[in-house]
């Protein structure tokens, strides 16, 4: 009886392995660019530390719609309402303790509303959802000199439609909506677009 043979292919003698020598230069190669890109990815600080630049600092969108009526109670618990400021340029500042974005660009936010309070600007600082002790101590482990509301309903994201923090809204003395932020704000895009309608 003849039996059939097996014939197995041989693989070709020309056929490539990976070398770890390769991969090894492939890596630092990797490392290498990394490290150069490094500085140019990660943003720089302005040279005062009271105005450090906010990471991933976005642009705002220019809207155009009457400001909703808001009332919450400060500090020191006593209500207030965005009526008691007719006739200045509001930011409105919607935060918490608890987030990150919102805590890096407090010193921004303070530094800009000190450099533009007496041309009838005002900066309102509306924490969202927490106890005022918690609050204030927040605010002052900050040294935060604008008027900062505690809003325990979060009446602020309802009534700008965002579940977003931070989120930040600019009304023009005519009570009008003229700009909205979702993200946190650094200095230069303030001074870009918040100065020009303080100086209308």
Known sequence: MVRNKVVRKRR???RKKNHPLSLILIGAG???VGV???PVLIPRGESSSD???VINSVLPVEVNYPAPEL??????????????????VLLLNNWATWCPPCKAEMPTLRSYYDDHKADGFVLIGINAGEESDQVAMFASSLNLTFP????????????????????S?????????????TGAIDRDALEEHV???ILE
Request: glycine fraction near 4%.
């Open 12 to 14: 070709p003698a020309n």
């Open 36 to 38: 150069v890109a490094l």
């Open 195 to 197: 100065t020009p309608i």
């Open 169 to 181: 809204f600019v009304i023009d003395r005519s009570g009008q909506v003229r700009l909205a932020w």
């Open 51 to 53: 105005r450090p630049e």
């Open 148 to 167: 900062v509301w505690v809003d325990l309903e979060e009446a602020s994201l309802r009534a700008f439609r965002t579940t977003s923090l931070p989120s």
């Open 71 to 88: 009332k919450a109670t400060d500090l020191l618990e006593q209500p207030v309402s965005l009526s008691d400021y007719k006739g200045h």
């Open 30 to 32: 990797l490392l290498f």
